[in-house]
């Protein structure tokens, strides 16, 4: 099955809800990782849920999601668009002893941490937005449930659904689910969004996958509301890396790292921490690269 994602409003228009099945989506975003098994659950965890909070945006933005944790996982960096891109990758915690998670040990894989979302507006003269909050249960939708009611304070809640084989191998499904009140929602439908557990988000978000199951879940959470779809959009992966903005990010740098880096190599290998496609930058490219721009001098 294709990744997608399906939104639905309410009639008369007062809440927003979204399923995203991403499952093959990140399949395909780990593969060139070699993340192991746990780390495919929890990167699946970060792509879908920066997905649903892009999917809540207009078409002029972009989202950026940075995830820091003290357990299994050090960082995940997921970039997500309204129109459905997404690229990501996820940083494993591979030394167990660093392993930290709650007092009581009994907190989600994320351990604590902090989640960070940064929306731009892609027009000249506008300044990003972030909003902060920390990852205080070891699970990332509690966490982003946390970043709507404190940074966006938007009545909102999220549930992420990932599902890994028996042998616990390979990701079989990475899904979720936002139910989100819009401007006009009344008292009623407020408390009944703010009434929906955990619990209900990731087992509505567990069927994303099938439409018609998803719309009677959800229609059941909220007193049988009629909702109608919005939008069906298939998602894809995508990769903005090229030798020019690797060669951009080395003048960035300075030259006095650079060739402390390069040593007497005859080139650079740089590998692009989301496609992990590798480029080289020869030693007379990077001399010409300083030489044309003194400024970048150090």
Known sequence: MKSHWTKWLSQPGNIRTVAVEATELVKGLSKPQNLAAASQAGFGEAVVGALLIASAHKSSESINMNAQGSGLFRQAIIDASPEGRVRGFLREQKDSSLHTFGASGSNGPWGSGVLSVLYTKNFEGKYPYTGMVPISTGFLDEAINEYYRDSEQLVSKVGLFVELTPDGRQVIAARGALVQALGGATSDELEDIRGLSIQHLRHLGSTADNTAVFMQEMSALLKQRKFEVVENKELTAFC???????ERALTLTGEKDIKEALGNEPFM????????????????????????DPSRLQ
């Open 240 to 246: 903005n890396c090229g030798q020019d903005r690797i």
């Open 269 to 292: 290998t740089i590998i692009c921490d989301f496609c992990r496609k590798e480029f080289r930058v020869s030693a007379e490219r990077i001399k010409s690269l300083f030489s044309r």
